[in-house]
């Protein structure tokens, strides 16, 4: 769940600090991605009075990779403000800048996590930052003490690296006048109304568009097409079918053929399809699921992501995850239609918590009058509504592949990484793999998007092959984008 901006310093003349200032300034409009939320939601502003802006910096150094990086961090919340100069927003953020680099060449990554309403803590302790919660993957990680070390994965070696929190998480809110609700939307608009270029965006995870997750909500046909493989992928890694293939990768491109050619043409179909149709597509729905034909045709051959994880296992009375399915759980009810809660955010959610809050005040000495938002439950208000850009055709729910589209277009010389991980519910990879698909790219600028999968789930880097993998991909999107 990551967006990465890496420009050069449009300002020679400027420190790095006031071009990230400057930078955070432009940045108001966040695109939504997905990933859970379980805490409360936060109040709106009222005619919020306006604080004062907080830094906290503080020295430090790491090694990463053989090298020893010194950098400086700065830690602490900036007004933003409107066109009439008006203050709307106390933002949170994290700047980590090296020592002794020209700022000149030097990258700067802009990462965030999206939600909507989740703050950036989890890529910051999970993979970016220079201290990286512990966990045991697959294990519930619920019992302290927990830990956190420096995080040799880091990308600090190549870049300089700015944590942002969306409006509504970690300390940022709406001030004066303002509504968190001004913030919450999926325009992205940092070349049309800024002029602002990128040499390269970072896609972790991403959703981008109504068939790229939540299909349980999915009016589209398509969209239950595109999550079939990674529920035949949760099927596999929990040994839940009949003959467990060898070729875990051969089995994915079966399936993922076999939702197209044959899935989808049913669902499009609807009532005109026969029975007979509709038998052997329920029977081989089941045979890639670890589930019975009966389950998908009393579903209408709909299943939604949240039925399908407390289906799989029922007879185990266990529940698979949605964020990563590898992970699962003694389900609270085995009757249940419905996931009562996701195994993996409890299983890793409490590390992340504990050794951030640790880590913020202990050693980049914040000190903040009030909590630190790391979910802000902000579905119900987020507005999905988009507009193209080709024509300022409005539309009722997201397709931001086509924003994406436009600004390779506008600026060819943009790259873009997506890392997707094959045990993702909330945002599957063949979903991914449908809007970039859709995008209306010239052949030309078609190489400008690569992809890299993981063996993992939404937050692939709790898995620690994956962890170094992603670094190293990370690494060399970096280095071809510089």
Do not use: C
């Not at 604080?51 to 950098?71: L, N, S």
């Not at 029975?275 to 052997?280: K, P, T, V």
């Not at 034909?293 to 007879?315: G, H, I, M, S, T």
């Amino acid at each position: 769940m990551l967006i990465s901006a890496i420009p050069a310093d449009p300002d020679h003349s400027e420190t790095r600090m006031q071009t990230v200032i400057k930078l955070l300034s432009a940045s108001l409009l966040i695109i939504s991605l997905q990933v859970n939320a379980d805490e409360e939601p936060v109040p709106d502003s009222e005619s919020a009075p306006v604080p004062e802006a907080k830094a906290f910096i503080t020295e430090h150094e790491i090694q990463i990779g053989g090298q020893r990086v010194r950098y400086t961090a700065t830690a602490g919340t900036m007004i933003m403000r409107d066109d009439e100069d008006k203050a709307i927003a106390e933002f949170g953020y994290t700047a980590y800048v090296m020592n002794e680099t020209d700022a000149v060449t030097r990258p700067l990554m802009f990462a965030w996590n999206g939600g909507p309403g989740s703050a950036s803590m989890w890529l910051h302790m999970g993979v970016l930052g220079p201290q990286r919660t512990v966990v045991e993957d697959l294990e519930v990680n619920g019992k302290g003490p927990f830990r956190r070390v420096d995080n040799e994965y880091s990308i600090l070696d190549m870049v300089d690296l700015v944590m942002v929190d969306p409006v509504g998480t970690g300390y940022s809110r709406a001030v004066g006048e303002a509504e968190g609700k001004d913030f919450w939307g999926v325009s992205y608009d940092l070349l049309t109304r800024y002029s602002i270029g990128l040499n390269g965006v970072v896609l972790v995870s991403p959703y981008m568009d109504v068939a790229g997750g939540g299909v349980g909500v999915a009016i589209l046909a398509v969209g239950y097409t595109m999550v079939l493989s990674t529920f035949a992928a949760t099927a596999w890694f929990h040994a839940a079918l009949a003959e467990k293939p060898e070729d875990f990768k051969a089995f994915l491109a079966e399936v993922d053929e076999f939702a197209i050619e044959e899935y989808l043409t049913v669902l499009v179909k609807g009532h005109r399809a026969s029975s007979a149709e509709r038998q052997g597509v329920a029977e081989q729905l089941a045979a890639y699921t670890g589930t019975t034909a009966d389950y998908w045709l009393d579903a209408n051959l709909r299943v939604p992501e949240w039925k399908f994880v407390q289906e799989l296992l029922r007879d185990r009375d266990q529940l698979a995850g949605r964020i990563d399915s590898r992970f699962s759980s003694f389900t609270t009810n085995a009757l249940a239609e419905s996931m009562p809660f996701d195994p993996y955010m409890s299983s890793v959610g409490p590390g992340f918590v504990a050794t951030f809050n640790d880590y913020y005040r202990k050693n980049l000495g914040v000190e903040m009058d009030r909590r630190y938002v790391v979910s802000g439950s902000l579905y119900g208000d987020w507005d999905r509504s988009h507009t193209d850009p080709a024509n300022d055709y409005p539309s009722p729910v997201a397709d931001t592949g086509i924003d994406l589209a436009h600004a390779i277009i506008r600026n060819p010389d943009m790259k873009v990484l997506v890392q997707q991980g094959y045990f993702d519910l909330a945002t599957p990879y063949r979903a991914t793999e449908y809007f970039i698909d859709q995008m209306p790219l010239p052949e030309e600028l078609r190489a400008n998007v690569e992809m890299k999968y993981y063996e993992a789930g939404h937050m692939m880097y709790v898995h620690p092959p994956s962890l170094a993998e992603f670094k190293r991909d990370l690494a060399a999107f970096v280095a071809m984008s510089d």
